[in-house]
């Protein structure tokens, strides 16, 4: 199955990723057909809405990645540049999914509280999958984000309330990629399936090597982009912790229970 992979790069902050990034990508995908990177030279000023808040790219994103899966009629993968690949994605693009996702940190916690507290779960745009069968319900998503129907920009936000809002049934199922089991959810919604990824597939904050297939890295939490570099190239497990626990500059007073996960 062919597919193409995008990311999103406004700004200083991830310039110096990029290259590492297209890199280990390229490495990693062996069937992608391309990388797409939206930029500074390939966003027009017409398409940045006037809504000058945090996360108004999110539209941009999702609009150009309806686009491409419309123009070209095979899945779309958008994934951040924060997130660093361990494995060749093809089998998740291959999921008998609609539209796939990855999972938020912090289970029934996790950002938007009020979505997740009723779905028990939360969603995460960092890396998603985008079918040609899945575009009505993501141009929904699109006009809602423009409209700003659930008071919000974030393609997160707007994923999650609109699931809560509109009758879903979601049900646990197990997945075997690559011979190791996981277990993703499913969710039916508007005649489409949306697959939400296991936690541990594309892991957010991660401790150790397992069987993920990419790393989800707060830069910041890491204390900035020299220190995410090293992500690439060193061992997880001889780096700092990514969580967020006991970092007082990013407001967590909390005790790392993390650290014991790694002895
Ligand atoms: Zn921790």
Request: proline share 4%; with cysteine.
């Amino acid at each position: 199955m062919s597919y193409i992979i995008t990311t999103l790069c406004l700004g200083d902050k991830y310039i110096p990723i990029k290259k590492h990034w297209l890199e280990r990508t390229r490495e990693k995908c062996k069937n992608v057909k391309d990388i797409v990177i939206f930029d500074e030279t390939n966003i027009s000023q017409d398409e940045i809405p006037s809504l000058n808040e945090y996360a108004w790219w999110d539209i941009i994103r999702l609009r150009k990645n309806i686009g491409l899966c419309s123009s070209n009629s095979i899945p779309i993968v958008q994934i951040d540049m924060d997130i660093i690949l361990e494995k060749d994605i093809q089998s998740i693009v291959k999921l008998p999914y609609d539209f796939i996702i990855s999972t938020e940190i912090g289970g029934n916690k996790s950002f938007p509280r009020e979505c997740s507290e009723k779905l028990g779960f939360g969603v995460c745009t960092g890396f998603y999958v985008v079918k040609p069968t899945s575009i009505p319900f993501l141009q929904k998503i699109a006009d809602n984000i423009f409209n700003k129907k659930y008071n919000s920009v974030s393609d997160q936000v707007n994923i999650m309330n609109y699931i809560v809002n509109h009758p879903h049934i979601c049900t646990d199922e197990i997945c075997i990629l690559d011979g190791i089991e996981f277990h993703n959810k499913k969710i039916e919604i508007d005649g489409i399936l949306i697959g939400v990824l296991d936690f541990n597939i594309i892991t957010r904050d991660p401790v150790l090597s397992a069987h993920q297939y990419g790393n989800h890295i707060n830069v910041d939490n890491v204390g900035g982009i020299t220190n995410f570099i090293r992500y690439f190239y060193e061992p997880l497990e001889n780096l700092p912790l990514t969580c967020r626990c006991g970092k007082t500059h990013l407001g967590d007073n909390s005790i790392c229970k993390h650290i014991d996960m790694r002895k």
